[in-house]
């Protein structure tokens, strides 16, 4: 069965630390991976699309990465700020069929 | 301004008693889908498109319908809501899908919260 899974579900820092977010799914034969935020009550925004034959992709202060053979991609945020605070969901598109499967998500909260 | 719009954003009904969601893309996106989302289950794909006339079910499709008319539209219909199909409703949509391209990117509507009495 195809599932994805974000552990934490949960992460509390202070304002300016490094962290990474992670997720691991089942099944190697994707298409790609993509990372979103949610803000309470409102829909997702997309951040990052990693490709399956892409290692990584960055948009300012974040970092995914993709390691296929271990089904394992991790979202680096760099100096967070507490605007940075949001549920983080990463999605897998499976190529057996145009499928995408959701992790539950990370609840991110940056204390000032 | 390229959005995906959803309508209602809210809505209170009774059991049985059939509704359609709509969503409309402005963007020319080929695959558009449905989700549904509920604490501790996450968002979960209803039904998929990935052009006109061509509609697939995802992981939870039972007791809902779609159509793909045309291009820029993909509503939701439900034919005779139940109370466990009250949920957060997302519509999403995306140049293409399936193969290896960045430009599979899904960008989603603002949310349907629908709840079934």
């Known amino acids: 069965k195809q599932e994805v899974t974000q552990i934490p579900a949960a992460l509390s820092v202070p304002e300016g630390e490094n962290l990474v977010l992670n997720c691991s799914f089942t099944?190697?034969?994707?298409?790609?991976l993509q990372w979103f935020r949610q803000d309470p009550g409102k829909g997702l925004t997309s951040l990052l699309l990693?490709?399956?034959?892409?290692r990584e992709q960055t948009s300012g202060r974040l970092n995914a990465s993709l390691d296929k053979s271990s089904g394992r991609s991790t979202l680096y945020i760099a100096a967070s700020q507490p605007g940075d605070s949001a549920t983080y969901l990463c999605?897998?598109?499976?190529?057996?069929?145009?499928?995408?499967?959701f992790g539950s998500g990370t609840r991110l909260s940056i204390r000032p | 301004e390229a959005q995906v719009t959803q309508n209602p954003r809210y809505l209170i009904t009774v059991t049985g008693k059939k509704l359609t969601v709509t969503c409309s893309q402005n963007?020319?996106?080929?695959?558009m889908s449905w989700y549904r989302q509920d604490p501790g289950l996450g968002l979960r794909q209803i039904y998929y498109?990935?052009?006109?006339?061509?509609?697939d079910k995802g992981d939870v499709p039972e007791g809902y319908k779609v159509s793909r008319k045309e291009k820029r539209n993909f509503p939701l219909i439900l034919e005779s809501p139940s109370p466990n199909q009250t949920s957060l409703y997302f519509c999403?949509?995306?140049?293409?899908?399936?193969?290896?391209?960045?430009?599979?990117?899904?960008?989603f509507g603002a949310g349907s919260r629908l709840t079934v009495l």
């Open positions: 999605a897998v598109e499976y190529s057996s069929a145009s499928k995408i499967i």
């Open positions: 963007m020319n996106h080929e695959y």
């Open positions: 099944d190697s034969a994707i298409y790609n």
């Open positions: 498109s990935m052009n006109v006339e061509v509609t």
């Open positions: 990693i490709q399956s034959s892409q």
């Open positions: 999403a949509s995306s140049l293409t899908s399936g193969g290896s391209s960045g430009a599979n990117v899904l960008t």
